[in-house]
């Protein structure tokens, strides 16, 4: 199992960096949590989960061990894959999932693209007792299901200008896709920035 890479930043892509390892490059499979916080050049270390499949090795990273720990115990209740995992972790910090789950709270699940009403039912149910207690320093002034996504803004644009694009075209797609964002919250649901980045980067004819 490979639990960390470290190196300097290569390359981004809208799902994926490439960490420089001893000459090698190896690419990571990143929410975009985590890529907001990654720079071109920059040395980063990720904590990573080594996905083994007949036909593909994927190497899933992540901000802390934290994360990559939460990540490997959601794929052991049924119908959760590495995708809806980091999907979960692109939407809810670990903590939060945490107290989700302790807490039987459907709606924080149902917030993440892919888990409907009963497909949340479930998972509270075959989660229960799996993720352990939370961790954070201030667990009770978050909130039950406090989503990382919750300053969507910040983490969209973030995003953004860790891909290279300039701070106004950042601005400028973030706005473009602000209504798409608002509707999710107008429905009580957390914006979803995985699927916010894909659409602002649609927008953006990048001509370098």
């Keep these: 199992m490979i639990a960390f890479v470290t190196g300097p930043v290569a390359a981004l892509a809208p799902t994926t960096a490439v960490i420089e390892v001893g000459g ?60 809806l995992a980091q999907a979960m972790l692109a939407t809810h910090s670990p903590d939060a999932l945490r107290i ?54 910040d983490q969209l644009q973030a995003a953004l200008i860790g891909l290279g694009y300039a701070t106004r075209e950042a601005d400028e797609a973030v706005s473009a896709v602000a209504p798409q964002a608002e509707a999710a919250l107008a429905q009580g649901a957390q914006p979803p920035v995985p699927q916010l980045l894909r659409a602002a980067l649609q927008t953006l004819n990048r001509t370098r």
């Design 100 to 153: 989700a789950v302790a807490t039987g709270d459907e709606k924080a699940l149902t917030a993440v693209s892919g888990i409907g009403k009963k497909g949340a039912q479930k998972l509270l149910l075959e989660l229960k007792d799996r993720l352990g207690e939370p961790v954070g320093a201030h667990i009770g002034q978050q909130g039950i299901g406090t989503p990382v996504s919750a300053a969507w803004r």
């Design 24 to 83: 090698i490059g190896m690419a990571v499979q990143c929410a975009p949590n985590t890529l907001a916080g990654l720079r071109v050049g920059k040395e980063a270390r990720l904590a990573t989960s080594l996905v083994v499949r007949e036909d593909s090795l994927t190497l899933y990273g992540f901000a802390d061990d934290d994360e990559r720990q939460i990540f490997e115990l959601l794929q052991t209740a049924s119908g959760v894959g590495p995708r």
